[in-house]
């Protein structure tokens, strides 16, 4: 079992940054990828970054450069979010993969003026 816990969540102008932290307890040395998603109003569940456990990184197109994926330990993930839009009103959600996949409870990003 994997327990997901999101912090980092609130709101921004647009333009601003946010910084979003996801911390895995439980089995974490069977962690073999994590990711952020996000979760719109009325849309799917998008991903937006992932990074597996040898380093590889990967982004959606949307992120353009703007947001930053990363890993410091076995078991915190962070995404920095520069450069914020509107458009990136979500709610974001920590995924952990193990041979099972894990979600958190989602922490809300909202980009209003």
């Known amino acids: 079992q994997v327990h997901l816990e999101e912090f980092g969540g609130g709101l921004v102008q647009p333009g601003g940054s946010l910084r979003l932290s996801c911390a895995a307890s439980?089995?974490?040395?069977?962690?073999?990828?994590m990711a952020w998603y996000r979760q719109a109003p009325g849309s799917q569940r998008r991903l937006v970054a992932a990074?597996?456990?040898?380093?590889?990184i990967s982004y959606a197109d949307f992120v353009e450069g703007r947001f930053t994926i990363s890993r410091n330990t076995k078991n915190t993930m962070y995404l920095q979010m520069n450069s914020l839009k509107f458009e990136d009103t979500a709610v974001y959600f920590c995924?952990?993969?193990?041979?099972?996949?894990?979600w958190g409870q989602g922490t809300q990003v909202t980009v209003s003026s």
């Open positions: 990074i597996t456990d040898f380093g590889r």
């Open positions: 995924n952990v993969n193990t041979a099972l996949s894990y």
């Open positions: 439980g089995i974490i040395d069977s962690i073999t990828s």
